[in-house]
């Protein structure tokens, strides 16, 4: 039977006194039915009239009728463009339904409308009253999916508030928890990982993902997680990352698993990771991926028991291989020609003046020429100054190019020889052996400085840094003894070799060592130690900090000592406290600066926002002149800030202000924090602000902003900065000390030919690797004062970059590490966290054949279905497998 419209219109009217107002409401009515389709007013009168009917006293009646009110709902919620008619409808007997259910008594009906009043409360409720979830609770243990998403999603913000309000008040929440499954399993069902995974965080119970995560949604979820591992405070950004690694791990994707264990700094796991892997070949991808982050990892009988395996997969670890990867790519590109400084410097572009005054044969600008063709010619073997075979008509101009240079030039001048035959161990040291017999102290130190160089990164067996250098440490003259101790930390950066400590501890608490000697140990024992926390080392430091008179607390190298003591507490956080504190007991010259360096260093790359408002507040303050605390924090704040490009992007623009309010040794660290930002990523808006630093009154900002634009083109060749830095060549050929600057970063521009980088991120930007931060920041904080260390006698400074010198480059291999030569699509990397489906991950790609350069923010994919590669991130060396399924068109 129709209801009769009339009456339910007018029902609401009919007891009141005035006609007037009973006239009102009908018109009203009447207008509001008009708008109305057929349809509609007959859905809206159908759902009064259940209204009515729940409200009756025969059950079997309440019963149909809420049925009915279910099933308009239900049918109702599937597309959620608008609020859903009966919702909408259904709005005017929300407080009459809710009155209702107050007075019913407890039975499956009440339950039932509970359901119904839990959905309505969707678009009803007020705000903060938290309806949906108490009707919910109430209701029957149904299938909440099957109300819609909309619905599921209102729940899951509902009960995160209720959580926090119970935790508050300490009530149980055990009911909620029931519902917190049964939400997530249908976030998973339904691919909304990122959803269950805020939800999870929410009610702190993560652990639970680990069960409902299946062969479909890990990938995705996983990267959910990792993903936003950056923006959390801890610990909660561990426990994330852990429950990744164990997803992972659950699934078999162990190279994934490996990089979440080498971020998380966890040695046990990268155990794990091993034990649980069986195969062969995809061990060795392990150890590539190792060796590319630069740790020391000595594998034992317990994890690879065949000694043929562990040998091969040492090798990989200790990165023998690396030179001879190096070099294919650089065949393969056609640039093993050797370059001299003049093909860098190309003044024949330039007009007269400047090339007019370069003929000059100063030993400046020999010193500066040594180290654009050391940055130039890194890790090619060969060279045009140093190299040069000794059978040409001027018998050994290797030996003559050396005496170009003066007294400490000279040092740089054999150490150079050092980066050209980088990473090749074993002719490395047969070249720099002649330098050795010199009777001159400068050439042995820079000899030994050249053995630690060839070194970085490689690891060996029979240790011959170690027994070359070993013996030079206790010599009597300063500048053999900096060479050797720089050296074994350039070398044995990270290893944590005890030996080592053995022998350098004691020189800080020489009272004869002089204090760039004790400097150097310092930083030496600072890289050695890298990230470790290391107690005796920072013992060791304390004492020597302490030991220090006024006079040479003055001095600029004693800035290095902090910066040692900095670099054991990497990364490390909390870690640094202890030694924070003690840090605060010393003399006032230099309090603040370790204060200062101690932070930064230890919160470096992990983008905690407050320690970097922390920093910036100390670069608020306006100080007199003698302070020189401020700049280790300007450069604080790109280092903790360079962990994720939002916080970049952010750091980049407060760094603006800093130009603009900052004082004179502010303004002066500006520049070098900028280029740590922005490193071998030459990004527009920063390159003009550095170029517009580079005309800077004040010499020393537009030195540091120079040395930056090298930085930030490192190794990519960039025209538009090799243009500037050639027409600031032109504008300052007359101030030597800056036209050194201009020479120093046109190498670097340059540097490797192209090939290099020095981005200490890897793996698309996810793992940081420690040795190659600490020998940056090693080099910026010298740079803090330009005019006496690296315009000084201590240049070779410069050389801690090659730490973090990696070559940019993605090349593939076989199963037996012969380089094998397939097509790969390249291209811009699109950031895919939490989008539906499976999207492209690059973006505007070119298809090159391996092996291929990799610039920065630019991401591969194989584009042949023949290979399969054993790690998921396609850079450095990958090893493909062929693909079984695979069939030839």
């Not at 308009?72 to 259904?90: D, N």
């Not at 909440?144 to 209720?162: D, M, P, T």
């Not at 009777?439 to 630690?452: M, Q």
């Not at 396609?874 to 069939?887: A, H, Q, S």
Request: proline fraction near 4%.
């Amino acid at each position: 039977m129709a209801p009769d419209p009339n009456r339910t219109a007018a029902g609401g009217g009919s007891g009141s006194g005035t006609s007037t107002a009973n006239d009102e409401v009908v018109n009203k009515k009447k207008v509001e039915n008009e708008d109305l389709s057929d349809e509609d007013l007959a859905l809206k009168q159908q759902l009064e009239l259940y209204v009515e009917r729940v409200q009756d006293s025969d059950p079997a009646l309440q019963k149909v009728a809420l049925e009915s009110m279910r099933q308009e709902i239900r049918t109702s919620t599937s597309s959620m463009t608008s609020v859903p008619k009966p919702l909408k409808f259904l709005r005017p007997h929300y407080g009459t339904l809710k009155a209702y259910y107050e007075t019913m008594a407890e039975s499956d009906l009440k339950k039932y409308l509970a359901d119904i009043l839990s959905v309505l409360a969707l678009t009803m409720s007020a705000e903060g009253e938290r309806e949906s979830l108490k009707y919910r609770l109430l209701g029957s243990e149904g299938d909440i999916g099957s109300w819609g998403h909309e619905y599921v999603r209102n729940l899951a913000g509902e009960i995160a508030q209720e959580y926090a309000k119970r935790q508050s008040e300490e009530a149980p929440i055990d009911d909620l928890m029931e519902l917190v499954q049964q939400i997530v399993a249908f976030h998973m069902k339904h691919n909304a990982e990122p959803e269950a995974v805020d939800l999870l965080m929410e009610v702190e119970d993560l652990d639970m993902l680990v069960d409902h995560v299946d062969k479909t949604s890990f990938k995705r979820t996983c990267l959910y997680l990792t993903s936003s591992a950056k923006y959390l405070p801890g610990p909660d950004d561990m426990l994330v990352l852990d429950i990744a690694y164990m997803t992972y791990q659950k699934f078999e994707e162990y190279p994934n698993a490996l990089q979440i264990a080498l971020f998380l700094d966890n040695l046990q796991y990268v155990r794990q990771v091993f034990t649980s892997c069986k195969d062969p070949q995809r061990r060795k991808q392990f150890c590539y991926i190792l060796a590319r982050h630069g740790i020391t990892f000595e594998l034992d009988d317990e994890l690879v028991p065949e000694e043929d395996e562990k040998e091969i997969l040492q090798e990989i670890i200790n990165n023998t291989k690396l030179s001879e990867g190096y070099l294919t790519l650089a065949r393969d590109i056609e640039v093993m020609e050797p370059k001299s400084p003049e093909d860098i410097y190309k003044a024949h572009l330039l007009d007269g003046r400047a090339s007019a005054g370069a003929s000059v044969d100063s030993a400046r600008q020999n010193l500066a020429a040594t180290f654009v063709n050391a940055f130039v010619n890194a890790g090619f073997g060969q060279d045009k100054l140093m190299t040069v075979p000794s059978d040409s008509s001027s018998s050994g101009s290797s030996g003559n190019w050396l005496f170009k240079n003066k007294e400490h030039g000279k040092t740089s001048a054999a150490a150079s020889l050092g980066m050209i035959l980088l990473w090749d161990v074993d002719s490395g040291l047969a070249q720099i052996d002649k330098y050795f017999h010199s009777n001159d102290n400068h050439v042995i130190a820079g000899a030994l400085l050249g053995v630690g160089i060839v070194n970085c990164g490689i690891k060996n067996d029979c240790d011959p840094a170690m027994a070359l250098l070993g013996d030079y440490t206790d010599k009597e003259d300063s500048s053999i003894r900096i060479g050797a101790i720089m050296g074994l930390g350039i070398a044995y950066a990270g290893s944590q070799n005890e030996q080592l400590r053995c022998k350098l501890a004691p020189i800080l608490n020489d009272a004869k060592a002089s204090l760039d000697v004790i400097a150097f140990t310092a930083i030496s024992l600072g890289l050695i130690y890298v990230g470790s926390c290391n107690e005796e080392v920072a013992q060791a430091i304390i004492f020597a900090l302490m030991d220090r008179s006024e006079s040479e607390l003055g001095e600029p190298l004693t800035r290095l000592l902090p910066l040692g003591l900095g670099l054991l507490y990497l990364g490390k956080q909390e870690s640094v406290e202890a030694t924070a504190e003690v840090s605060k007991t010393f003399n006032e010259k230099i309090r603040k600066y370790c204060d200062m360096t101690l932070l930064s260093c230890a919160y470096a790359g992990t983008g905690n926002v407050l320690k970097v408002q922390n920093l910036l507040g100390h670069c608020s303050q306006h100080l007199d002149k003698g302070e020189t605390h401020q700049g280790p924090a300007v450069l604080g704040i790109a280092m903790v800030a360079m962990a994720e490009e939002l916080g970049l992007e952010m750091a980049i623009r407060s760094l603006e202000h800093l130009l603009q309010y900052g004082e004179q040794n502010i303004r002066r660290a500006v520049p070098l924090a900028l280029g740590l930002l922005c490193i071998s990523n030459p990004k527009v808006n920063v390159m003009d602000t550095l170029s517009r630093l580079s005309h800077d009154t004040d010499l020393e900002v537009a030195m540091a902003a120079v040395i930056s634009l090298g930085l930030i083109g490192a190794g990519t060749n960039n025209a538009r900065i090799a243009g500037m830095l050639r027409n600031l060549s032109s504008y300052y050929y007359k101030d030597t000390s800056l036209l050194f600057c201009v020479r120093i970063a046109q190498g670097l521009v340059h540097l490797g030919k192209g090939l290099l980088t020095l981005n200490p991120y890897h793996s698309d930007r996810f793992l940081l690797s420690p040795t190659a931060l600490a020998g940056l920041i090693t080099m910026l904080h010298a740079c803090l004062d330009m005019k006496a260390i690296v315009l000084g006698k201590y240049h070779y400074v410069l050389y801690f970059l090659v730490l973090a010198m990696q070559p940019r480059m993605l090349l593939t291999v076989d199963e037996d590490l012969r380089p094998l030569s397939v097509p790969v699509r390249v291209g811009q990397a699109v950031d895919v966290v939490g989008q539906a489906g499976r999207p492209k991950t690059i973006t505007g790609f070119q298809t090159h054949s391996t092996p291929v350069l990799l610039a920065a923010g630019d991401r591969a994919e194989l584009a042949t279905e023949k290979y399969l590669p054993l790690s998921p991130i396609l850079e450095g060396f990958v090893i493909l497998k062929e693909n079984p399924d695979y069939r030839e068109e």
